[in-house]
């Protein structure tokens, strides 16, 4: 069989002429060519190429984590849009994230929003997975560290959930989010009341949120944010403000909600647990409430700005080893 280099010295050859000229004067030369290109294409080295050139797991890890923050970022930006509009008196209802989901779901196009926003979601969770069970951040084993593994699943739970929750409406959309919200938020907690000590079981998941929003209020006055983000310091250093601003106004709209959760723990009640977004309307409610809301909203929209920032400039590292026990 003829080599490339050999292809490439003769480009075309004629067959020699038989005795009787009539018999292949109509016939087409022999050509190198085509021959060399069906054995470039069938060369067993052509495959081998093309896997060299896929992307590694790496890198697909990576992008998988960027599109992730992206998605989240999309979710508390329409949170606190929606916020700030009923602070506003433009909309009846602040909702939450799922709310928030409901509502994007009735626009143009809701639908294909949807499907990538689901997608986005997915990827954010299996980078939770990667950050919590197989340490990605390099955290460590430290108690502190497996404290931080630990927020991080619950994290990747609370967006699974999410996510789950965008596909259901790829086939049912939602004729008003806000109360589907309430709705499905005082069923999960009437199923936990069936159960053994369920009243307690309550409170305790009402702590729990309220720990998450105390949580996250510190971390906005005490963390580094800078430390996990490849940028220049100029860019940090405009970044670094939103960041205390979304994670303290994320950690405070939670607090209602955690309120409201402990005190259906405590009369053992389900019509008393609300949602997210009730919570904020909770705000709005109390004096000077349309301030306080439209300020809650506007750093709401920061923590999804910065979950942007995070999608384009984070360091995201695969894990070195697949393994959870190392």
């Given at each position: ?110 639908r294909v929003w949807l ?131 979304g994670y303290v106004a ?77």
């Open positions: 069989m003829p080599s490339r280099e050999r292809c490439a010295d003769k480009p075309e050859v004629a067959l020699p002429q038989a005795d009787n000229p009539a018999v292949f004067d109509q016939a087409e030369p022999y050509r190198l060519p085509r021959i060399c290109s069906l054995v470039s294409i069938l060369s067993p080295s052509r495959p081998r190429r093309l896997i060299r050139n896929l992307p590694s797991t790496d890198s697909l890890l990576e992008g998988a984590a960027r599109v992730g923050y992206g998605a989240r970022g999309f979710v508390y930006l329409s949170v606190g849009l929606i916020a700030l509009m009923a602070a506003m008196d433009w909309m009846s209802d602040a909702v939450g994230t799922s709310g928030a989901v409901g509502w994007l779901a009735q626009q143009q196009f809701g499907v990538l926003l689901g997608v986005g979601l997915w990827a954010f969770v299996l980078w939770r997975v990667l950050q919590s069970v197989f340490d990605a951040d390099r955290e460590g084993t430290s108690l502190k560290a497996w404290g931080m593994r630990a927020g991080q699943a619950m994290s990747g739970l609370v967006y699974g959930l999410l996510a789950a929750s965008v596909f259901e409406l790829l086939d049912e959309v939602k004729a008003n989010p806000a109360a589907e919200d309430i709705a499905e938020n005082q069923q999960k907690a009437a199923a936990l009341l069936d159960m053994p000590f369920g009243d307690w079981l309550l409170i305790g998941v009402g702590l729990i949120v309220a720990g998450v929003g105390i949580g996250n209020m510190v971390r906005g006055f005490r963390s580094d944010f800078s430390s996990d983000l490849a940028c220049s310091a100029d860019i940090c250093r405009r970044v670094v403000p939103v960041a205390r601003a994320r950690g405070f709209a939670l607090l209602p909600l955690a309120l409201f959760v402990i005190i259906a723990g405590f009369r053992a009640s389900a019509a008393e647990v609300s949602s997210f977004g009730a919570g904020l309307d909770a705000l709005e409610r109390q004096p000077g409430g349309s301030i306080i809301l439209s300020l809650t909203a506007i750093g709401l929209m920061a923590f999804g700005a910065f979950a942007f920032v995070e999608a384009r400039y984070r360091r995201i590292r695969a894990p070195k080893d697949l393994n959870p026990l190392n």
